[in-house]
């Protein structure tokens, strides 16, 4: 038997299962290849998180970041690209590779550097996830890093300036949306009619965009624009975490689905012993009353009735 694997992740809101584009992307590739993830998001009542998330434990392995958890996944055989061909491997550590280049570095800044979704959206949600007083202190740590990670990759020659690098990440951004959306086409996944870590990935980058309602939402309005794309989440979030596209989740979804179903076999078999005790007593002795005449005493004066074999 496999031994039980947990992951910690950032929580959900506005529709979505996690905010955390890291977190999204394991828990879809989770749902994509059966793997049975006990999923922990962390919230004010939990242990403040201690590095990066997500983090897979299995026994005593402890794994962080998503493209090392995905490959032990597929080492414990929960494999979604199994039926890819050598090509299409190459090209999903492609677009994967276009993704972290010209997508994230806009994501990051639409959460973490934009002063108006910070200050109104991401510091105020997250620090409500974080137990205090931590909660003062690491969602600025994340941003820091968040600038720093779009810096180091994004602020050398010709840019120099954060304005001249704000505005250079987010057409890289649109030039990367542009292109998943022709590669998608019509086509339900990437690569057909089932979804792979390209998909996985894909996902955990453009649902935040999509479904978060920040004030400034350039990016989304693009975004908006590839219908595609938007019903490539859609139906992710539909499908595979019982998500409807408006962005609300049936709470419980799964507990209400369980005890409807018990209620329901309850409701059964009331009935089927209602219809029973509902025949026996069409046919015990005493209707009609005639046939009281006729009844036999067994041993002992008791009548010898089916009613006087019924259960109590």
Known sequence: MAAPMELSCWGGDWGLPSLHPESLTVMAYAKFSGAPLTVNTINNSWRAPKGDLPVLVSKDIVISQPAKILNFLRKQKYNADYDLSAKQGADTLAYIALLEEKLLPALLHTFWIEAENYCSV?????ASRIAFPLSLYLPGKMSREALNRILLTKGGPPLYSLTEVEAQIYRDAKECLNLLSKRLGTSQFFFGDTPTTLDAFVF???????????????LQEHLK?????????DDILTCYF??????HSPAGQDTADANLQKLT???????NLIEKMD???????QHPPR?????????????????SRLSP
């Open 291 to 307: 046939k009281l005449t006729t009844l036999k005493l067994a041993a002992g004066g008791e009548e010898s009735s089916p009613m």
């Open 225 to 233: 624009q590839l219908p595609n794309l938007c019903r490539f989440c």
């Open 265 to 271: 076999q309850l409701v059964n078999k009331e009935s």
């Open 279 to 285: 025949d026996n007593l069409r046919k015990s002795p």
């Open 122 to 126: 991401t510091k105020p949600w997250f």
């Open 242 to 247: 019982r998500l409807t596209v408006s962005g």
């Open 204 to 218: 955990g980058f453009l649902a935040p965009i999509y479904k978060v309602c920040f004030p400034r939402v350039q």
